[in-house]
C-alpha cells in the first residue's frame, strides 16, 4: 500500500486481515512529541489510506514510554516567534480532520502517557483502546502552559465524554487514568498491555458501538441551551481558583466551547483562533520557560545510577515523618528512628494516610506500609544506603547526631541534613567522610512541594551530588542545586516576604488584605495563611537564623503565640484559628482602606534577595534561580520567576519603586548587591 514512501518517524505494517498499522517511533528521541515532520508523514501516510481504503487502521506508539506526549514545544516556541501559530495550528486541525474522514474504522492504541496532541491525535480516531494499568495517562494539559488544545481537542472532546467530564479535564490538566477514562467514554476499550495492539486490530475487525447514554451525554450538554446555562457556571467556578488577567486561557477555553455549533468545522475554526491569541501572552511564554525549566530540574538526575534501596530517616517530626512516608512510597525500604517511639507512630499514622489517599488499593498499601518501619533503636542507619537528619534547627545536636551514627556507615553510605537554614560548612566540621555530606533541604507538605534544594558544601564530592539528583528524580522531586550559604535559596528569599507581611500585620493591616494583596499579585496563598501553614514556630527559627544575615528583626507577637501553642495549622490556631484544615480568616471593615504599596513590601524585599542571591552564586544562574523560587515557594509562575519580574517589568522601573519604599520606610530596602548584573537587563524570555 505505501510503496515507494519512505517515512522517518512512521513504520507500517498490513496483516492478512486488512488492517494497516500505523506505528509512531519520532527517529533519535526516547518519547513521540508530535512535530510538523511527524504531522507531514502522517499527512502522506492518511492521503494513500484515503484512496486504498483498507478494512481498518490502527495507530500505536514503538516507545515503551508511552503513546506521545504532545506538541513539540520548541517548535511552538518557533512559531509564536514567528507569527506563524495559527498557520500550524490549522496544518495540524487539517492532519486530523482528514485522519476523522477515514471511511474505515481508526483505533489508537494507547500505553503510558497520552498528553495534548497525543490525545488529540487519539481523538481524531473512531475508537480507543488503552492498556489497563497504571502508566496509562490521557490528557490534555495545555492551560499549563497557558494555551489550550489547538488541534481538535476543545472541538471533539466535550461532544465525545460530555461537557461536565470533558471541561474540567481541559480547564486543570489533569489526565484520566485507564478506568476514569474508560468510565467516561474517552476509551472504548482496555486490555492487558501485551494484548494491547492485538485487542486494537480486533476492535478494527469489529468496531464497538458506544452505549446509547454515552453518546446521548455528548448531545445533550453540547446544546445552544446547555452551553448557556453550563459556560457561566464553570467561568464562575474558575474565576475563584484562578484570575483571568493573570491566567486567560481557561477561560478563553470556555468562551471557544460556548460559542462552538454543531459544525465540527466551526468549532475547530474558533479553537485555533483563540490558541494563536493566547500563544502571544506573556503569560503564555513564562509558563512555556517553566515547562523548559522543569525539564531542565528533571535533567539533572538523569544518566547516573543513584545506588541507593535503603533510606534511614532520624527524626519522625512533620518533616522526617514525611520524608519517611514519601520515601516508601517511591519504592524504598525506609527506616524511621526517633528517641521514643511515641515519637514514631504518628508519623507511621500519616504515612498510612498518604498511602490510603495515593495507591487506592489495600494490597499496595500494605505493601508501602512493609516497607516503612519504626526504628527506635536506629540499628537500619547501618545498613542504609542514604541517611537523612531531620530533627531539629540546632547545629550542636546536628553535630552530636552525626558523630553517633557515622562510625556505623557503610562504605558509601550518603549522609544528608533537611536542615532549611543552618550553613553546611559549619555542619560538615568534623565529619569522617565530608564528602558524601549534603543537604537535601525538602519542603513542607513533602507530598506536595516538588522542590529538593540539593545543598552544597565546599568539600562535597560531585558524584556525591549527582546521586543525589537521581535519588531525587526517582521519589518525583525537582532537584535545584544550592550553595549552602545561610537559608539556601528558597528559604532566604522567602523570609522577607513573609517578614515584611507579619510586621504589616503589626501595623494592623488585616491578615485577609495582605493575604488577598498576595494573591492579587499571583502568590498561590498569602503570606499569613503560608505562616501558619508552614508552623509560626518553623517562620521563628528559620527567621531567627537569617535574622542577622539579611539584615531584618522577628516581628513581635510571633514569641507569645508559640508560647501559647498558637502555632498555626498543627495547633488549630495561629494567626487564624483553623478548622477542618481551613482557616477561619476574620471579616474585614468594608470602610479599610489599606495602604497602596503593600504589594510591593512584600514582594521586592524577595526581588531584592533574589538579585543579591544570583550575586553570589547561590545558584549557578538566572534560570536555576527563578526555577527554584517558582518550585519551592509558588512565586506566581505565569510571571516566570523573581529574575523574569524584573525582565518583564523593566530594571529601571522596579529599581525606582524599591528606591522609594527605602526612602519611605527605611533601610531594610535599600539595593542589594548585583543590581547592575546584565542578566537582569535580558530581554524577557
Same mark, same amino acid.
Given at each position: 500500500?505505501?510503496?515507494?514512501?519512505?517515512?522517518? =518517524?512512521?513504520?507500517?505494517?498490513?496483516?492478512?486481515?486488512?488492517?494497516?498499522?500505523? !506505528?509512531?517511533?519520532?527517529?533519535?528521541? %526516547?518519547?513521540?512529541?508530535? %512535530?510538523?515532520?511527524?504531522?507531514?508523514?502522517?499527512?502522506?501516510?492518511?492521503?494513500?489510506?484515503?484512496?486504498?481504503?483498507?478494512?481498518?487502521?490502527?495507530?500505536?506508539?514503538?516507545?515503551?514510554?508511552?503513546?506521545?506526549?504532545?506538541?513539540?514545544?520548541?517548535?511552538?516556541?518557533?512559531?509564536?516567534?514567528?507569527?506563524?501559530?495559527?498557520?500550524?495550528?490549522?496544518?495540524?486541525?487539517?492532519?486530523?480532520?482528514?485522519?476523522?474522514?477515514?471511511?474505515?474504522?481508526?483505533?489508537?492504541?494507547?500505553?503510558?502517557?497520552?498528553?495534548?496532541?497525543?490525545?488529540?491525535?487519539?481523538?481524531?480516531?473512531?475508537?480507543?483502546?488503552?492498556?489497563?494499568?497504571?502508566?496509562?495517562?490521557?490528557?490534555?494539559?495545555?492551560?499549563?502552559?497557558?494555551?489550550?488544545?489547538?488541534?481538535?481537542?476543545?472541538?471533539?472532546?466535550?461532544?465525545?465524554?460530555?461537557?461536565?467530564?470533558?471541561?474540567?479535564?481541559?480547564?486543570?490538566?489533569?489526565?484520566?487514568?485507564?478506568?476514569?477514562?474508560?468510565?467516561?467514554?474517552?476509551?472504548?476499550?482496555?486490555?492487558?498491555?501485551?494484548?494491547?495492539?492485538?485487542?486494537?486490530?480486533?476492535?478494527?475487525?469489529?468496531?464497538?458501538?458506544?452505549?446509547?447514554?454515552?453518546?446521548?451525554?455528548?448531545?445533550?450538554?453540547?446544546?445552544?441551551?446547555?452551553?448557556?446555562?453550563?459556560?457561566?457556571?464553570?467561568?464562575?467556578?474558575?474565576?475563584?481558583?484562578?484570575?483571568?488577567?493573570?491566567?486567560?486561557?481557561?477561560?478563553?477555553?470556555?468562551?471557544?466551547?460556548?460559542?462552538?455549533?454543531? %459544525?465540527?468545522?466551526?468549532?475547530?475554526?474558533?479553537?485555533?483562533?483563540?490558541?494563536?491569541?493566547?500563544?502571544?501572552?506573556? !503569560?503564555?511564554?513564562?509558563?512555556?520557560?517553566?515547562?523548559?525549566?522543569?525539564?531542565?530540574?528533571?535533567?539533572?538526575?538523569?544518566?547516573?545510577? =543513584?545506588?541507593?534501596?535503603?533510606?534511614?530517616?532520624?527524626?519522625?517530626?512533620?518533616?522526617?515523618?514525611?520524608?519517611?512516608?514519601?520515601?516508601?512510597?517511591?519504592?524504598?525500604?525506609? !527506616?524511621?528512628?526517633?528517641?521514643?517511639?511515641?515519637?514514631?507512630?504518628?508519623?507511621?499514622?500519616?504515612?498510612?494516610?498518604?498511602?490510603?489517599?495515593?495507591?487506592?488499593?489495600?494490597?499496595?498499601?500494605?505493601?508501602?506500609?512493609g516497607r516503612l518501619r519504626a526504628d527506635v533503636e536506629g540499628s537500619g542507619v547501618a545498613d542504609a544506603d542514604l541517611a537523612i537528619e531531620a530533627i531539629f534547627e540546632n547545629p550542636e545536636a546536628k553535630h552530636a547526631l552525626?558523630?553517633?551514627?557515622?562510625?556505623?556507615?557503610?562504605?558509601?553510605?550518603?549522609?544528608?541534613?533537611?536542615?532549611?537554614?543552618?550553613?553546611?560548612?559549619?555542619?560538615?566540621?568534623?565529619?569522617?567522610?565530608?564528602?558524601?555530606?549534603?543537604?537535601?533541604?525538602?519542603?513542607?507538605?513533602?507530598?506536595?512541594?516538588?522542590?529538593?534544594?540539593?545543598?552544597?558544601?565546599?568539600?562535597?564530592?560531585?558524584?556525591?551530588?549527582?546521586?543525589?539528583?537521581?535519588?531525587?528524580?526517582?521519589?518525583?522531586?525537582?532537584?535545584?542545586?544550592?550553595?549552602? !550559604?545561610?537559608?539556601?535559596?528558597?528559604?532566604?528569599?522567602?523570609?522577607?516576604?513573609?517578614?515584611?507581611?507579619?510586621?504589616?500585620?503589626?501595623?494592623?493591616?488585616?491578615?485577609?488584605?495582605?493575604?488577598?494583596?498576595?494573591?492579587?499579585?499571583?502568590?498561590?496563598?498569602?503570606?499569613?495563611?503560608?505562616?501558619?501553614?508552614?508552623?509560626?514556630?518553623?517562620?521563628?527559627?528559620?527567621?531567627?537564623?537569617?535574622?542577622?544575615?539579611?539584615?531584618?528583626?522577628?516581628?513581635?507577637?510571633?514569641?507569645?503565640?508559640?508560647?501559647?501553642?498558637?502555632?498555626?495549622?498543627?495547633?488549630?490556631?495561629?494567626?487564624?484559628?483553623?478548622?477542618d484544615s481551613k482557616p477561619e480568616k476574620p471579616e474585614v471593615d468594608p470602610d479599610y482602606v489599606p495602604p497602596t504599596d503593600i504589594q510591593d513590601r512584600m514582594i521586592l524585599p524577595m526581588i531584592n534577595e533574589a538579585i543579591?542571591?544570583?550575586?553570589?552564586?547561590?545558584?549557578?544562574?538566572?534560570?536555576?534561580?527563578?526555577?527554584?523560587?517558582?518550585?519551592?515557594?509558588?512565586?506566581?509562575?505565569?510571571?516566570?520567576?523573581?529574575?523574569?519580574?524584573?525582565?518583564?517589568?523593566?530594571?529601571?522601573?522596579?529599581?525606582?519603586?524599591?528606591?522609594?519604599?527605602?526612602?519611605?520606610?527605611?533601610?531594610?530596602?535599600?539595593?542589594?548587591?548585583?543590581?547592575?548584573?546584565?542578566?537582569?537587563?535580558?530581554?524577557?524570555?
Amino acid at each position: 500500500m505505501f510503496e515507494g514512501l519512505r517515512f522517518k =518517524h512512521w513504520k507500517t505494517s498490513e496483516g492478512d486481515d486488512g488492517i494497516v498499522v500505523l !506505528t509512531l517511533d519520532r527517529e533519535g528521541a %526516547s518519547a513521540n512529541a508530535l %512535530s510538523r515532520e511527524v504531522l507531514d508523514e502522517l499527512d502522506t501516510l492518511v492521503e494513500r489510506l484515503a484512496i486504498e481504503a483498507p478494512r481498518g487502521v490502527v495507530i500505536h506508539s514503538a516507545k515503551p514510554m508511552g503513546f506521545a506526549v504532545g506538541a513539540d514545544i520548541r517548535e511552538f516556541v518557533e512559531y509564536a516567534q514567528t507569527g506563524t501559530v495559527l498557520e500550524n495550528i490549522e496544518n495540524g486541525q487539517r492532519v486530523f480532520e482528514n485522519l476523522a474522514r477515514l471511511p474505515c474504522p481508526t483505533v489508537a492504541a494507547i500505553h503510558g502517557p497520552c498528553m495534548g496532541g497525543g490525545t488529540e491525535l487519539a481523538l481524531a480516531c473512531r475508537l480507543r483502546i488503552a492498556a489497563d494499568d497504571e502508566a496509562t495517562k490521557i490528557g490534555l494539559p495545555e492551560v499549563m502552559l497557558g494555551i489550550h488544545p489547538g488541534w481538535g481537542g476543545s472541538a471533539r472532546l466535550p461532544r465525545l465524554i460530555g461537557a461536565p467530564d470533558a471541561l474540567p479535564a481541559m480547564l486543570t490538566g489533569k489526565p484520566f487514568n485507564a478506568r476514569r477514562a474508560k468510565a467516561v467514554g474517552l476509551v472504548d476499550r482496555l486490555a492487558r498491555p501485551d494484548e494491547l495492539l492485538a485487542e486494537a486490530r480486533e476492535l478494527a475487525r469489529r468496531p464497538a458501538t458506544r452505549p446509547f447514554a454515552q453518546r446521548a451525554k455528548g448531545w445533550a450538554t453540547n446544546t445552544l441551551l446547555a452551553r448557556a446555562v453550563l459556560a457561566p457556571m464553570v467561568r464562575k467556578q474558575t474565576a475563584a481558583k484562578v484570575r483571568k488577567e493573570h491566567y486567560p486561557a481557561p477561560f478563553a477555553l470556555i468562551d471557544t466551547w460556548a460559542r462552538g455549533g454543531g %459544525s465540527i468545522q466551526q468549532r475547530l475554526k474558533l479553537e485555533a483562533k483563540s490558541v494563536a491569541k493566547l500563544a502571544t501572552t506573556p !503569560t503564555a511564554r513564562n509558563l512555556i520557560r517553566v515547562f523548559f525549566l522543569q525539564e531542565r530540574l528533571k535533567g539533572l538526575g538523569g544518566g547516573v545510577d =543513584h545506588g541507593i534501596s535503603h533510606v534511614h530517616v532520624v527524626g519522625a517530626g512533620t518533616m522526617g515523618g514525611d520524608i519517611a512516608a514519601w520515601s516508601a512510597l517511591k519504592g524504598f525500604q525506609v !527506616t524511621l528512628q526517633d528517641r521514643e517511639a511515641r515519637f514514631v507512630e504518628p508519623a507511621i499514622a500519616r504515612a498510612r494516610a498518604l498511602f490510603e489517599k495515593k495507591l487506592k488499593s489495600p494490597a499496595r498499601v500494605e505493601a508501602a506500609m512493609g516497607r516503612l518501619r519504626a526504628d527506635v533503636e536506629g540499628s537500619g542507619v547501618a545498613d542504609a544506603d542514604l541517611a537523612i537528619e531531620a530533627i531539629f534547627e540546632n547545629p550542636e545536636a546536628k553535630h552530636a547526631l552525626y558523630a553517633a551514627i557515622e562510625p556505623t556507615f557503610q562504605a558509601d553510605e550518603i549522609l544528608a541534613s533537611n536542615t532549611s537554614s543552618i550553613p553546611l560548612d559549619e555542619l560538615r566540621q568534623g565529619l569522617r567522610a565530608p564528602q558524601r555530606f549534603l543537604g537535601l533541604h525538602f519542603f513542607n507538605p513533602v507530598a506536595q512541594m516538588p522542590l529538593v534544594e540539593v545543598v552544597r558544601h565546599d568539600a562535597l564530592d560531585p558524584a556525591i551530588e549527582k546521586r543525589a539528583f537521581a535519588f531525587c528524580k526517582a521519589i518525583g522531586k525537582l532537584p535545584v542545586p544550592v550553595k549552602g !550559604t545561610p537559608g539556601f535559596l528558597v528559604n532566604r528569599i522567602l523570609m522577607p516576604y513573609l517578614m515584611e507581611a507579619m510586621r504589616l500585620y503589626n501595623e494592623g493591616v488585616p491578615g485577609p488584605v495582605l493575604d488577598r494583596e498576595a494573591k492579587k499579585f499571583g502568590m498561590p496563598m498569602g503570606p499569613i495563611e503560608l505562616a501558619d501553614t508552614v508552623g509560626l514556630d518553623v517562620c521563628a527559627s528559620v527567621g531567627r537564623e537569617l535574622a542577622p544575615f539579611l539584615g531584618l528583626e522577628v516581628p513581635l507577637g510571633l514569641e507569645e503565640k508559640i508560647a501559647a501553642n498558637k502555632r498555626g495549622k498543627k495547633d488549630g490556631e495561629g494567626m487564624y484559628v483553623w478548622k477542618d484544615s481551613k482557616p477561619e480568616k476574620p471579616e474585614v471593615d468594608p470602610d479599610y482602606v489599606p495602604p497602596t504599596d503593600i504589594q510591593d513590601r512584600m514582594i521586592l524585599p524577595m526581588i531584592n534577595e533574589a538579585i543579591a542571591c544570583l550575586a553570589e552564586n547561590v545558584v549557578d544562574d538566572a534560570d536555576l534561580l527563578d526555577a527554584g523560587v517558582i518550585f519551592g515557594t509558588g512565586f506566581a509562575p505565569f510571571r516566570g520567576g523573581p529574575i523574569q519580574y524584573v525582565r518583564s517589568e523593566g530594571l529601571a522601573v522596579v529599581r525606582e519603586r524599591l528606591a522609594k519604599l527605602e526612602q519611605k520606610h527605611g533601610v531594610r530596602f535599600a539595593r542589594k548587591e548585583g543590581w547592575e548584573n546584565p542578566e537582569l537587563s535580558a530581554p524577557a524570555a
